[in-house]
Nanobody, 128 residues
C-alpha cells in the first residue's frame, strides 16, 4: 500500500528558505514520477516541480528559486525553497505517478494532476 507523507512546512519571512520532505513507502520496485504541487485557498492546484531519473521540471513561478531532489535509498523527495515570497503561501502536496504519460513527461514538462495515483495529505507553507 503506497503512502506519501510530507513534512517540513512552516512559517517564514519573505526572502527566507524552507525545505519540505516527502517520505514514500509501500513501493514495490516500480519507478514513479515524483512531483510537488501546491494549492492556496481559492486557487487551482499548481504543479510546482517534478523529478524522474534525474530529469527535473519547474513551473515558471518557481524557476531558479526551488530545487527538487530525490534519494531513492531513503525513499525521500525534497523540495528546497529559497527566496520565498508571500505568493508561495500554500498547502504543498507530494504526488507519485507511474503511468506512461506521467513518466514520459516527468522532469520535462507539466504532467497534470490527473496522472498521479498517490497523494500525501500536504504540509502548510506560509510566507509573510
Amino acid at each position: 500500500h503506497v503512502q506519501l507523507v510530507e513534512s517540513g512546512g512552516g512559517s517564514v519571512q519573505a526572502g527566507g528558505s524552507l525545505r519540505v520532505s516527502c517520505l514514500f513507502s509501500g513501493n514495490r520496485g516500480e519507478e514513479y514520477c515524483m512531483a510537488w504541487f501546491r494549492q492556496a485557498p481559492g486557487r487551482p492546484r499548481e504543479e510546482v516541480a517534478s523529478i524522474y531519473f534525474g530529469d527535473k521540471y519547474y513551473a515558471d513561478s518557481v524557476q531558479s528559486r526551488f530545487t527538487i531532489s530525490q534519494d531513492k535509498s531513503k525513499n525521500t523527495v525534497w523540495l528546497q525553497m529559497d527566496n520565498l515570497r508571500p505568493e508561495d503561501t500554500a498547502m504543498y502536496y507530494c504526488a507519485a505517478g507511474a503511468d506512461t504519460v506521467a513518466t514520459m513527461k516527468c522532469g520535462f514538462e507539466k504532467v497534470g494532476a490527473d496522472r498521479f495515483n498517490y497523494w500525501g495529505r500536504g504540509t502548510q507553507v506560509t510566507v509573510s
